[in-house]
C-alpha cells in the first residue's frame, strides 16, 4: 500500500510566487514526516523534518494529522529551488518515500 | 551532518559481469541501510532494506538473487548485481539512519551503472 502520496509529478511556478507541494501519508502510528529535495547532479539532502518545526530556505511544512498531509510551502519561491523534491516517512524501521514532485521555477 | 559515502559513484560493465556497490557510513554506525534505484525522471524505488549481521529485507518485485545484499558490519553495507544485464542500468543509491530516536536518514552520492 502506498504511504506516501505526492499528487502532482511536475509543478511550476513563477519565481516571486507561492508554492505549495502536496504530501499525503497513510500510517496508522506515530510517523516522522520528512522532506527530502534532490538539486541537479546533487545527493539527496533532508530539507526539514517535522518534529524540528524550523524553515529551512524558506520553505516550511506542517502535519497536519487530521488530513494526514505534510504539505511543503513557500511564500515566494526562488530560480534556485528547481529540484525534485521528495516526501518520506520513517515508521522508525523503514523509509518510504512518495515518487516526488519535480519543480521549476520560470524566471 | 552524518556522512555516507557510495563507491563507485560511476561503473561501466558488460553484459553477463557482477558489479558491486559500496556504502559506507563515515562518522557513525548505521544499524539500517537501504538502498534504491532511481529510474531517469522517475522517483526513488526502496528495493532492500539491510541491518546488520541479518538477512536484508527485499521489497516486492526485487530479485533477492539478482541484488544481492550484504552488511557485515555496522560501518559498510554492499550491493551486488549479479549478472548484469542493460535493463539493469540505473541510478542507485542507499542511505543509513543513525538509529534509536533519531530516524533521519543520510544519503550516498549514487551510483550510475551502465551494463553495456
Known amino acids: 500500500a502506498q504511504r506516501v502520496t505526492q499528487p502532482e509529478k511536475l509543478l511550476s511556478v513563477f519565481k516571486g510566487a507561492p508554492v505549495e507541494l502536496k504530501c499525503n501519508y497513510s500510517y496508522s502510528g506515530s510517523p516522522e514526516l520528512f522532506w527530502y529535495v534532490q538539486y541537479s547532479r546533487q545527493r539527496l539532502q533532508l530539507l526539514l523534518r517535522h518534529i524540528s518545526r524550523e524553515s529551512i530556505k524558506g520553505f516550511t511544512a506542517d502535519l497536519n494529522k487530521g488530513e494526514t498531509s505534510f504539505h511543503l510551502k513557500k511564500p515566494f519561491a526562488q530560480e534556485e529551488d528547481s529540484a525534485m523534491y521528495y516526501c518520506?516517512?520513517?515508521?522508525?524501521?523503514?523509509?518510504?518515500f512518495g515518487t516526488g514532485t519535480s519543480l521549476t521555477v520560470i524566471p | 551532518g552524518a556522512v555516507v559515502s557510495q563507491h563507485p559513484s560511476r561503473v561501466i560493465c558488460k553484459s553477463g559481469t557482477s558489479v558491486k556497490i559500496e556504502c559506507r557510513s563515515l562518522d557513525f554506525q548505521a544499524t539500517t541501510m537501504f538502498w534504491y534505484r532511481q529510474f531517469p525522471k522517475q522517483s526513488l524505488m526502496l528495493m532492500a532494506t539491510s541491518n546488520e549481521g541479518s538477512k536484508a529485507t527485499y521489497e516486492q518485485g526485487v530479485e533477492k538473487d539478482k541484488f544481492l545484499i550484504n552488511h557485515a558490519s555496522l560501518t559498510l553495507s554492499t550491493l551486488t548485481v549479479t549478472s548484469a544485464h542493460p535493463e539493469d542500468s540505473s541510478f542507485y543509491i542507499c542511505?543509513?539512519?543513525?538509529?534509536?530516536?533519531?530516524?533521519?536518514?543520510?544519503f550516498g552520492q549514487g551510483t550510475r551503472l551502465t551494463v553495456v
Open positions: 518520506a516517512l520513517s515508521t522508525g524501521n523503514q523509509f518510504y
Open positions: 542511505s543509513a539512519t543513525l538509529g534509536g530516536l533519531n530516524t533521519e536518514a543520510f
